[in-house]
T-cell receptor, first 111, second 112 residues
Framework: GQQLNQSPQSMFIQEGEDVSMNCTSS?????WLWYKQDPGEGPVLLIA?????ELTSNGRLTAQFGITRKDSFLNISASIPSDVGIYFC???????????FGAGTQVVVTP | EAGVTQSPTHLIKTRGQQATLRCSPI?????VYWYQQALGLGLQFLLW???????NRGNFPPRFSGRQFPNYSSELNVNALELEDSALYLC???????????FGSGTRLTVV
């Protein structure tokens, strides 16, 4: 089936550093989404991307929909302690279908 | 606007029993999706309901079933519970094409 390969699996960074993570696949997708999940909570949508090549920002977050439609990346600039959590990429092949999720990137921010 | 609400928050069941989990989507959303998240793992797609019909199902045994009611709320039933069914069960709803999926806080199911 369609598989999203998300990397890195985990990141240990110092406060103030930038964070980059990405998702790749052998399949083409029409929509890429990035979520953050805190312990014991459901994922919260951070950024949604709907067009190949699209670059979208949400505060300190920036995400891009790869031009080949097979990948996406998320950057977090100037990390702060509340950025701690698990970040998931997710993608859709059709407008209404199920979301396919990556395995997640665990981000730990140290002071 | 109220978000996606799930109940109960926690559920403890014995192996072999049945569990029923409930989800209320955001008002106006007709599609409901169910996902399983086992400890330390990613989200695995379970079921998708839209307009009262099951539209798609993930790679799970028939013990996992559900339904969607006329008010678009949904129920997930897990029969003959097994220890490995212990997980966080997440429900999401969607408002339409061009909108992201909004998740509830989940139901933590523990099978002992």
């Amino acid at each position: 089936g369609q598989q999203l390969n998300q990397s890195p699996q985990s990141m240990f960074i110092q406060e103030g550093e930038d964070v980059s993570m990405n998702c790749t696949s052998s399949s083409i997708f029409n929509t890429w989404l990035w979520y953050k999940q805190d312990p014991g909570e459901g994922p919260v949508l951070l950024i949604a991307l709907y067009k190949a090549g699209e670059l979208t920002s949400n505060g300190r977050l920036t995400a891009q929909f790869g031009i080949t439609r097979k990948d996406s990346f998320l950057n977090i600039s100037a990390s702060i302690p509340s950025d701690v959590g698990i970040y998931f990429c997710a993608a859709l092949t059709d407008s209404w279908g199920k979301l396919q999720f990556g395995a997640g990137t665990q981000v730990v921010v140290t002071p | 606007e109220a978000g996606v609400t799930q109940s109960p928050t926690h559920l403890i069941k014995t192996r072999g029993q049945q569990a029923t989990l409930r989800c209320s989507p955001i008002s106006g959303h007709t599609s409901v999706y169910w996902y399983q998240q086992a400890l330390g793992l990613g989200l695995q797609f379970l079921l998708w309901y839209d307009e009262g019909e099951e539209r798609n199902r993930g790679n799970f045994p028939p013990r996992f079933s559900g339904r969607q009611f006329p008010n678009y709320s949904s129920e997930l039933n897990v029969n003959a519970l097994e220890l490995e069914d212990s997980a966080l069960y997440l429900c999401a709803s969607r408002g339409g094409v061009g909108y992201g999926y909004t998740f509830g806080s989940g139901t933590r199911l523990t099978v002992v």
